[in-house]
């Protein structure tokens, strides 16, 4: 029996959840919500629930892991068992130790790093539910959460995939878009400088739609960037108003 493909884009271009191509899912971020931690951020992306923790810097137990000049940053990515419809197995897999490590080297390029010899800091983020685009949704509301913790960076980094479906470059691919789609281009950037911090891709894109995908990709983050601050001012200024334009993204102070 032949298998027919399901279509993702209709004849008037609007995806299954009425989006064009170049929309991207709701997304809701909300900075410290946590009270333990030293800094937090929640955020809801489509079907994604994510909540991101950090500690520290603080002193490095492990004295062979030490830096003399810098910090360490530790960024430990993990699935709740019931993130997703079938439930996955606990503990960390190969996957999630590979977004752990692609994000902590995102991480560590924006961090001001050098003001904390010897240290780590740890960015703990938990995928409660997902449902793709979980690694920009975690790096997104991870740069927020640094921010809330009062650890200095260059600058927030926002984060979003642009990928094709049916042969067209769409941005924010859903869970189904994500599964048959032909190719997924996350993008990490810092959007204050233009930066990129990350990218991967999953499939294959010609050199004009890895062009068209990434520049739909680095827009959004420029919307996200404001989600971003918008967050942050909820939490440190009054509402509506938002931190001065001279004033770092990640400097800010309670
Ligand atoms: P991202 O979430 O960053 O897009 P992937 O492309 O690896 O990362 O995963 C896409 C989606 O596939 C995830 O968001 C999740 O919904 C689903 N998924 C990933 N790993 C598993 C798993 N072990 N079991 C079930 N679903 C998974």
Redesign the pocket.
Known sequence: MKLVKEKLIDGDGKRRDGRTFDMLRPIKIDAGPLKNADGSAYIEWGNNKIMVGVYGPRELQQKHLQEPDRAIVQVQYT?ASFS?E?R?KPGQ?R?ENE?SKILSEALEGVIISDQYPRTAINVFIEVLE???????AGLTAASVALADAGIPMRGLVASC?AGKIDGQVVLDLD?LE?NIGDA?L?VGIIPTTGEIVLLQM?GHLSDLEFEKAFGLARDACMKIHELQREALSRKYFNEGESPKEDEPDGEVTS
Not at 130 to 136: I, L, Q, V
Request: proline share 5%; with cysteine.
């Open positions: 699935m997703v079938d996955k897999g996957r977004i997902a449902g793709a685009g979980t690694r920009c995939a869970k994500d997924d996350p999953d």
